[in-house]
């Protein structure tokens, strides 16, 4: 089977799941999103309403002033909201993001250790889907916070 083939399969047999059922499936040795390995982040808990990313900081994830550049924390929150939102849905449904808002509170930097970003659905209705989440690092501080609204279809 080429790889063209098996990428419809697998989507075909995808929308059969439940969004939590997708999830686990990459927690369970699925292919995880380009993007985590491009920054270096793992999807590492979900269970229905809830997902966990971590990460850790380093060097290439930079900016010029030698703190670690915000939009790595911006896709954290974003990967951990959107997928929080992704363990709710039923088989079929699809959802994209309508708003992204990120509270940075303080800055990151390489060295810094481990982060946790851990997102929690709000509520999810027959349109419309909200999460809020956290970013931690391994001195229990927050350094972010972010939330998220999602159009359901």
């Not at 929308?15 to 040795?29: C, H, R, W």
């Not at 027959?126 to 972010?144: M, N, P, Q």
């Amino acid at each position: 089977m080429n790889a063209l083939n098996k990428k419809k399969e697998l989507e075909e047999s995808r929308k059969e799941m439940t969004g939590l059922q997708q999830m686990l499936s990459i927690i369970d040795g699925g292919t995880p999103p380009p993007i985590a390995r491009t920054l270096g982040f793992d999807l590492s808990e979900v269970s229905h309403g809830k997902a966990v990313f971590t990460g850790m900081p380093g060097e290439k994830h930079l900016n010029p002033l030698g703190t670690v550049h915000g939009g790595y924390a911006a896709t954290l929150l974003d990967s951990a909201l959107g997928c929080a939102i992704h363990t709710v849905l039923e088989p079929g449904e699809r959802y994209t993001t309508v708003d992204l808002n990120i509270k940075y509170l303080r800055a990151m930097l390489p060295g810094m250790g481990k982060i946790t970003v851990t997102a929690e659905v709000v509520h999810k209705g027959r349109k419309i889907a909200t999460s809020e989440g956290r970013l931690v690092g391994e001195d229990g501080k927050v350094y972010a916070t972010g939330n998220t609204t999602c159009v359901i279809y």
